[in-house]
């Protein structure tokens, strides 16, 4: 089925995007400073490459004792979520660096996190990104039917329980992409047509995403069965870098939209959205821990999703400065800044979400 084609409201009488975005380049050219990357992030990448390769090292290297080994497979998935939030993120946006060829390097480092780039783009940078938290649209709030995220998703008894299962299921992110998630996504996007930028021809995408999927594997299954690990001591610790790289991505990611402060508007009959893009986003977005060092630097970033969604072009080492910028300005021009103290704060309240999401709507 084709889906419906959406239009934003084009009208804002008070400006506010248009104040918003002269504010923000306003503070690039006073202090002259690039809105791409800069050495904070550069030695931060250095970091997240390390906590991830340095790990798996050891185990491969050193005889360890089996809980040795489970604590380095979770650091390799701690390594492996802080890549993806940290490197690859702000380079398959373009934020990374001012150079497209260090973008186009550093963004490919989703292959060795399991993923695909053609598929990431589509569905974070076109799909959530245009369409956030609009049901049918924004693939990031379609759980299948295991769990309800919108109150525009079909209700089923199984939902009742979410509130109890939801977060183990969060795991198997990153274990999905590894295994089925970018088959689908690639044979569905070449399909419809989809893309961000330049449309791949569909044998060199298939060829792209089979290769990255066998190098993917001979990293991290081949290559330690070959050196003495057993299948199934492999598997322990593959399940346990994934799940935890999975239920830290998951978690973040749900924080910022799956919230009782955003909202998931429908357009009309003829596919027009209230507000502009830009106060939708506003409306469908939150922040956590807008003052905590470690959840800024860990997360790069996606503990301010507002700005992010506002300013995905730009990397996230600014988000901070502009964070007052956009504050302010949605405040004068009476519109919402959705944001939680506290990333223990946020979680509690996803968590009320989903108990409210599983409740059985009342019958008109």
């Not at 709030?141 to 509130?163: E, V």
């Not at 689908?184 to 999927?213: E, N, S």
């Not at 964070?323 to 405040?331: M, Q, Y």
Request: hydrophobic residues 40%; positive net charge; glycine residues 6%.
């Amino acid at each position: 089925m084709t889906k419906q084609a959406l239009s934003f409201s084009r009208t804002d009488s008070a400006k506010f995007f248009k104040t918003l975005n002269k504010r923000v380049n306003d503070y690039f050219k006073e202090n002259n400073i690039k809105r791409t990357g800069n050495w904070k992030l550069y030695s931060k990448a250095i970091f997240m490459f390390a906590l991830l390769i340095t790990p798996p090292v050891l185990v491969l290297t050193i005889d360890l004792p089996w809980y040795a080994q489970v604590l380095c497979m979770i650091l390799t998935g701690i390594g492996m979520a802080g890549v993806g939030m940290n490197v690859m993120h702000d380079a398959n946006h373009g934020s990374f660096s001012s150079k497209k060829w260090v973008n186009k390097l550093m963004g490919s480092s989703i292959y060795i996190l399991a993923g695909n780039d053609y598929n990431w783009k589509v569905q974070h940078n076109v799909l959530h990104h245009t369409y956030t938290n609009i049901q049918g649209h924004d693939e990031d709030i379609d759980a299948g039917r295991i769990i309800r995220f919108s109150k525009h998703t079909k209700w089923l008894r199984i939902h009742k329980y979410q509130k109890y299962y939801a977060f183990f299921l969060y795991g198997l992110l990153t274990a999905n992409w590894a295994i089925t998630t970018d088959f689908i996504q690639t044979y569905q996007y070449l399909k419809r047509k989809l893309a961000y930028g330049k449309l791949p021809h569909p044998a060199t995408q298939w060829t792209k995403l089979i290769i990255g999927k066998i190098v993917y594997y001979s990293i991290w299954v081949v290559l330690p069965i070959s050196v003495g690990f057993t299948w199934w001591q492999v598997l322990i610790g593959f399940i346990v870098m994934h799940y935890t790289a999975g239920i830290i991505l998951s978690v973040i990611f749900q924080l910022a939209h799956v919230m009782p402060n955003t909202e998931m508007p429908l357009p009309d009959e003829n596919g027009n959205i209230k507000n502009t893009w830009a106060i939708h986003q506003l409306f469908t977005t939150s922040n956590f821990s807008p003052k905590s060092w470690l959840a800024e630097f860990y997360t790069g970033g996606l503990n301010r999703q507002v700005e992010h969604h506002l300013f995905a072009n730009i990397s996230h080492v600014h988000y901070s400065k502009i964070a007052k910028i956009v504050k302010e300005t949605a405040k004068e021009f009476s519109l919402p800044y959705n944001e939680y103290k506290s990333f223990w704060q946020a979680v509690a309240e996803h968590y009320n979400q989903l108990k409210v999401l599983g409740r059985k709507p009342n019958m008109a």
